[in-house]
C-alpha cells in the first residue's frame, strides 16, 4: 500500500507565506511525477504543480509566486507559496504517479488526504 502524507497548510494574510510539504510511503519503486493539486469550494480539482526528475510545470496563476521542488531519496515534495493571494484559498492536494513493488508495476496514480490553505484579505 502507498501514503501520501501532506503537511504545512493553515491560515495566511494576503502577501504572505506558506510552505507544503509531502512524504510517499510504502513499497514503492519508483516514483515518476509529484505535484499539488488544488480544489476551491464549488470548483473543481486544478493543478498547481507538478515536477519530474528532470522538469517542472506550473498553472499560469502561480507561475513566479510557487515553487515545487523534491527530495527524491525520501520521495517528498515540497511547494513553497509565497505572495499568497485570497485566490489562492482551497484545499490543496498532493499526487504521485508512481510504481509498486517492481520494474513491471504498471504506475498508479496515488492521492493525500488533503490540507487547507486559507488566505485573508
Same mark, same amino acid.
Given at each position: 500500500? @502507498?501514503?501520501? @502524507? +501532506?503537511? #504545512?497548510?493553515?491560515?495566511?494574510?494576503?502577501?504572505?507565506?506558506?510552505?507544503?510539504?509531502?512524504?510517499?510511503?510504502?513499497?514503492?519503486?519508483?516514483v515518476d511525477v509529484? !505535484?499539488?493539486?488544488?480544489?476551491?469550494?464549488? %470548483?473543481?480539482? +486544478?493543478?498547481?504543480?507538478?515536477?519530474?526528475? #528532470?522538469?517542472?510545470?506550473? =498553472? $499560469?496563476?502561480?507561475? !513566479?509566486r510557487f515553487t515545487?521542488?523534491? $527530495?527524491? =531519496?525520501?520521495?517528498?515534495?515540497?511547494?513553497?507559496?509565497?505572495?499568497?493571494?485570497? $485566490?489562492?484559498? =482551497?484545499?490543496?492536494?498532493?499526487?504521485?504517479?508512481?510504481?509498486?513493488?517492481?520494474? $513491471?508495476?504498471?504506475? #498508479?496514480?496515488?492521492?493525500? %488526504? !488533503?490540507?487547507? /490553505?486559507? /488566505?485573508?484579505?
Open positions: 500500500q @502507498v501514503q501520501l @502524507v +501532506e503537511s #504545512g497548510g493553515g491560515l495566511v494574510q494576503a502577501g504572505g507565506s506558506l510552505r507544503l510539504s509531502c512524504a510517499a510511503s510504502g513499497s514503492i519503486f519508483s509529484m !505535484g499539488w493539486y488544488r480544489q476551491a469550494p464549488g %470548483q473543481q480539482r +486544478e493543478l498547481v504543480a507538478t515536477c519530474t526528475s #528532470g522538469s517542472t510545470n506550473y =498553472a $499560469d496563476s502561480v507561475k !513566479g515545487i521542488s523534491r $527530495d527524491n =531519496a525520501k520521495n517528498a515534495v515540497h511547494l513553497q507559496m509565497n505572495s499568497l493571494k485570497p $485566490d489562492d484559498t =482551497a484545499v490543496y492536494y498532493c499526487n504521485a504517479i508512481l510504481r509498486i513493488g517492481s520494474s $513491471d508495476s504498471p504506475s #498508479g496514480f496515488y492521492w493525500g %488526504q !488533503g490540507t487547507q /490553505v486559507t /488566505v485573508s484579505s
